[in-house]
């Protein structure tokens, strides 16, 4: 209570006027008490001068008692005489009168208060608490007797106190009342600005709104306090709005990054990051319930092709699609990350039922959902999926090896022909793991010499042999022959096969001179080339130090590159034919056929043969179809000024047809199989002879 200011000048103020009260009231009472006691002494002075003069006569004469007690009864009517002595000239009493009022304590006591009259002094004078008066009767000089009057003192002046006090008392109070509500009046009317500041300051502290301004109506110190706690509170408010301006900024930024660290930027999809933390976590948690998840691993098939042939704009808005086209076959719950490029990730989540199947039908559902074509701009795309499935169980909870699962079942699903899924299986484990055998030795089999180079013939219109592929072996020291078609995918995504084709370069520019020798000066030598080759941007400077240093004519040397390679990158492809021809190599596209539709991109590229793939030619005696391929292939080649050859040729009759339809070039085990340079001049020379008997049985 006493906390407020307001109370503590109430209290004060309240305590000042009681205690100036009291003083007052004190020194009114002293005051009285003086002026009390000169009247009283004057009265009682001419009171007992009067009586001494009356008694003078009844002295002078023979004491009459009754007389002097007659006079003596006059003292009656004086309220606080309480007695009066008549004493002789020799200070007999002669007579006494005792008030009534006294006469009773008297009357208790039996006696008069005992008293030595001659150690009192003439006139007025104190003693034992009464007033008394001593007088003598007649001239001073000559004396009839004395008169003593004993007035009370101290009862009459406290009564007289109690009668001043009680009669001044309303009035004080009124004056105290008066004085206090004053007071309050004063001190709320003074203090009533600064209650209101405190109580203005109490309301910003518990709302923290530091928009209020303090309303000051008076001019004093109060509203000089009011005013700079209002100029304090608009720098916190100018400092708060930018605070919160920084914070805001902040917060943004901090969002951005945690998009940015988590996030995809292009499908606002998870990205592979925060897919690893769901999982990791989802992995540690059913495997304490002996529970199980499941993870798709998904990637668009021919996504390449749609990107480089619609532009990346079209690609991104793709991936954009899809991802939504996914995402609606998915449960709340399940978790759709974006790894990179065309490559998804799925959790699916609480599953009850069994995993697998439910993996399998969601697999089955995002792949017809994919079916329908897709809508960029004007063009309907369509795209399909191949996906691997694998378990967590399968993976021993460990997350990394989850996905790798996964991974190596959605590649499985791709060698199984696409837009397909794939359940994880052991054996696929034994497969990836040969894979990384097979990446690990390649770097020791080329130190060690493993490989060697095979030549293929190519054998012309007229029978003769024009050209050789290089095709590359390998006879491993732990596995003995391992073909190139596993390994050259491996050492493709292992990024070991520039150093192979640089190897292959060199090994096909030293046997070049022989080669010549066993073929003839117009031979043409064919390189098979990878799609990295086309990205190492130091290749054509190794080929120009390759060239210099084996005096190599470039006109023998071909090199062959598959459809597929150019058109994952066409531009770069573009670029890099463009500097071959102009080297004054000569460029086969290799297989085909096979690949994206291309037919628009062969107008656009330097190249200067077309090889059909074995495929077609494989079928040509039992498919239509691929007969009307091969044909309208060799049309468009001979419209584009290019040369035709037909690779896989195993039969007489194959070799006619494609002779027949214009070819001018074959390959194919029907003449001979890749074979080691030593054996060329043999298997050249068997040609020869075989070309000789037909030409004769023709003739
Ligand atoms: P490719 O470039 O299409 O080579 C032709 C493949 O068909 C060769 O297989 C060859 O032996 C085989 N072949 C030729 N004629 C016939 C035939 O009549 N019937 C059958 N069934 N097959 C025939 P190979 O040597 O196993 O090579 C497979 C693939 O490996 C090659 O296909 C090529 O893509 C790649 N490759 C081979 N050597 C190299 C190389 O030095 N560098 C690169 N980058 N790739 C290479
Ligand atoms: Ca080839
Ligand atoms: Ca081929």
Redesign the pocket.
């Known amino acids: 209570m006493f906390n407020k200011l307001s109370s503590k000048v109430l209290a004060g103020t309240v305590a000042l006027v009681i205690i100036c009260s009291i003083a007052f009231l004190y020194l009114s009472m002293k005051e009285h008490e003086f002026v009390y006691r000169g009247t009283v002494f004057n009265h009682l002075e001419a009171l007992a001068t009067n009586m001494a003069d009356d008694l003078v006569e009844t002295l002078n004469e023979e004491v009459d008692s009754v007389d002097l007690a007659t006079k003596l009864l006059d003292l009656e009517v004086y309220d606080n005489v309480k007695y009066a002595i008549v004493y002789s000239r020799d200070w007999d009493v002669l007579q006494q009168y005792i008030a009534p009022s006294f006469m009773q304590t008297t009357a208790l006591k039996k006696e008069l208060p005992p008293f030595n009259i001659k150690a009192i002094d003439h006139g007025v004078s104190i003693y034992n608490g009464s007033l008394m008066v001593l007088k003598t009767i007649g001239d001073d000089s000559y004396p009839l007797g004395h008169l003593l009057i004993v007035n009370g003192y101290r009862e009459p002046l406290d009564k007289s106190n109690h009668d001043l006090i009680m009669n001044s008392l309303p009035v004080a109070l009124i004056i105290l009342l008066t004085m206090i509500a004053l007071a309050i009046l004063f001190s709320q009317r003074l203090l009533s600005p600064l209650s209101s500041l405190t109580q203005f300051t109490e309301s910003i502290e518990s709302s923290s709104n530091y928009h209020l301004r303090f309303e000051a109506k008076s001019g004093d110190e109060v509203a000089n306090l009011g005013n700079h706690i209002n100029s304090m509170l608009e720098r916190i408010d100018a400092q708060n709005t930018e605070l919160q301006v920084q914070v805001e900024t902040l917060e943004e930024q901090q969002q951005t990054l945690q998009q940015l660290a988590n996030f995809d930027v292009l499908t606002k999809l998870p990205n592979r990051k925060f897919f690893m933390e769901v999982l990791r976590r989802e992995m540690a948690r059913v495997q304490r319930r002996s529970s199980n998840v499941i993870v798709l691993f998904l990637d668009l098939d021919d996504f390449k092709g749609i990107n480089d042939s619609l532009g990346h704009e079209a690609g991104d808005s793709l991936l954009i699609k899809v991802s939504d086209v996914i995402a609606g076959q998915l449960r709340e719950g399940d978790v759709l990350a974006r790894l990179g490029g065309d490559e998804f990730l799925i959790l699916l989540n609480d599953i009850n039922e069994d995993v697998l199947e439910t993996g399998i039908n969601v697999a089955e559902r995002i792949i017809h959902s994919l079916e329908i074509p897709i809508v960029i701009r004007d063009w309907e795309i369509q795209t399909g999926v191949s996906i691997g499935i694998a378990d967590a169980a399968s993976a021993d909870f460990q997350a990394e090896t989850l996905i790798r699962n996964a991974d190596v079942a959605m590649y499985h699903a791709k060698e199984s022909g696409r837009n397909t899924y794939a359940l994880f299986q052991q054996e696929l484990q034994a497969e990836s793991m040969r894979k990384l055998l097979i990446a690990n030795a390649l770097t020791k089999a080329l130190l060690d010499e493993e490989f060697k ?2 030549y ?1 013939v190519k054998v012309g219109k007229g029978g003769k042999v024009n050209g050789l ?5 390998w006879e491993s020291s732990f596995d003995g022959i391992i ?3 596993e390994f ?1 995918p491996v ?2 995504h292992s990024g070991k ?1 520039t150093a ?2 640089r190897w ?1 370069l060199r090994r096909v520019f030293k046997d070049l001179p022989q080669l010549v020798d066993i073929a003839g000066k117009d031979v043409v030598v064919s ?4 799609a990295f ?1 086309i990205k190492d941007i130091k290749f054509i400077q190794y080929i120009e130090s390759q060239l210099q240093e084996y005096h190599v004519a470039p006109q023998q040397i071909e090199f ?1 590159i ?1 459809e597929s390679a150019y058109l994952d990158n066409f531009e770069e492809a573009k670029k890099f034919f463009q500097k071959l021809g102009d080297l004054g190599f000569s460029i086969a596209l ?2 085909f056929g096979t690949g994206y539709s291309s037919m628009s991109y062969l107008t656009r590229i330097a190249i200067d043969t077309l ?1 059909i ?2 495929a077609f ?2 079928k040509l005696e039992e498919s239509s179809k691929d007969k009307l391929i091969i044909e309208a292939i060799i049309g468009l080649a001979h419209n584009l000024g290019l040369n035709i050859c037909a ?4 039969t007489a009759g194959q070799r006619d047809y494609l002779l027949n339809s214009g070819c001018q070039q074959l ?4 003449y001979a ?2 074979a080691p340079l030593t054996d060329l001049p043999k298997v050249i020379t068997d040609i020869n002879q075989q070309q000789q008997i037909l030409v004769s049985l023709r003739s």
């Open positions: 180079v095979n293929q592929e290089a095709l590359i072996r073909s190139p078609g050259i050492a493709e096969i192979i084709t292959v390189i098979n080339l990878s080759d062959e598959t290799d297989d090889k793939d074995q030619v494989r690779e896989g040729v195993e390959q194919g085990y029907f199989k890749p």
